[in-house]
């Protein structure tokens, strides 16, 4: 058997998109929504935590954080931007990258943290 060495990833997510993944067997992300231009996962558990929480918890009421594995070789085209301190870090992946995105996910997409 290879290894694939792969990057972890969280994504921070409400119940309507986590409902999405389940159906997927829980091995894709679903596809944008029209004003959703870009995928953001995230490179810490604790910035993920921190918009669940804080963002999709008044947003719908539930907020999870996602953790999955990514191929690294694949994960490399991408460039991770700071989106505000030294620890809120994200991948910027197009809407039209997602499919083949999904496809260099290794093994499944887990729930982690639940928040009400």
Known sequence: MNHIPATTLWRPTGPEELDLVAASGWREWPPRLPDQPIFYP???EEYAIMIARDWN?????????????VDTAYLNQ???HQVGGREILEYWIPA???EEFNAHIIGNITVVH???
Not at 57 to 69: E, I, L, N, W, Y
């Open 42 to 44: 995230v490179l810490t």
């Open 57 to 69: 918890v008044p947003a719908s009421g539930a907020g999870f954080v996602t953790r999955f594995d």
């Open 78 to 80: 991408y460039e991770v």
């Open 96 to 98: 039209e990258d997602l």
């Open 114 to 116: 639940r928040f009400p």
